[in-house]
């Protein structure tokens, strides 16, 4: 890890595969996120966050992991993303990177503004779209089987059909209860999320430049 002064952090990391190195800077008062190239992506005063959310989601061998910073306003939304496709993210020294910056930003809010809420999981539009995705499917499993019914191949669908349906059925179910939007996020101050985001994280981050 490349320290530049006792305030100041510099992380590197890959947010992707096919995804450029990028150089994240952490200060007491501000955040800035760079491209390979030293061009600066991004800038963000902490005095300007309002809140934050951690999310993580494993979809068809790919680990999505993001950290939003959100305004005051909720004018602007910062992001810091990883997605691995390592079978264990864990040996993957980018994701571990990434996890290192995250901790970083966590500990200066914490020292500098505790009380700021961080929810963890899904929220807003994105949460919407996930419990969509889940009714759609629950919907379209029960369609089969009652259309099964209804033309007389309900056999079929107590043999073959059977395993198919009812797994999208389940998965339906699971993403639409998981998501339901009226199922309010957990919610922790930034100071509690810090503590145990550092306990999970031990000593796993690498060094980097």
Not at 17 to 27: D, P
Not at 58 to 70: E, P
Not at 142 to 157: F, K, Q, T
Not at 187 to 200: D, M
């Amino acid at each position: 890890m490349n320290e530049l002064t006792k305030e100041r952090k510099r992380v590197a990391y890959k947010p992707a595969l096919l995804v450029g190195r990028q150089f994240v800077e952490l200060g007491d008062t501000q955040f800035i996120c760079a491209d390979s190239e030293g061009t600066e992506k991004w800038r963000l005063a902490t005095a300007d966050i309002d809140r934050l959310a951690f999310i993580e989601n494993r979809i068809r061998g790919v680990k999505m992991s993001r950290l939003d910073l959100l305004t005051k306003d909720r004018a602007a939304r910062r992001s810091l993303i990883c997605n691995s496709t390592a079978t264990d993210p864990e040996s993957d020294l980018d994701y571990l990177a990434f996890r290192d910056a995250v901790a970083a930003v966590l500990d200066r809010l914490a020292a500098t503004r505790p009380d700021i809420p961080v929810t963890i999981g899904e929220y807003g539009r994105a949460r919407l779209s996930m419990f969509l995705v889940g009714a759609v499917a629950a919907l379209f499993a029960l369609g089969m089987a009652i259309a099964a019914v209804a033309s007389g191949r309900g056999d079929r669908l107590a043999g073959e059909g059977l395993v198919p349906v009812a797994a999208l059925l389940l998965f339906g179910l699971y993403f639409a209860w998981s998501y339901a939007p009226w199922r309010r996020g957990l919610r922790v101050p930034v100071k509690l999320f810090a503590k145990i985001f550092s306990e999970l994280n031990g000593d796993k981050a690498p060094d980097n430049s």
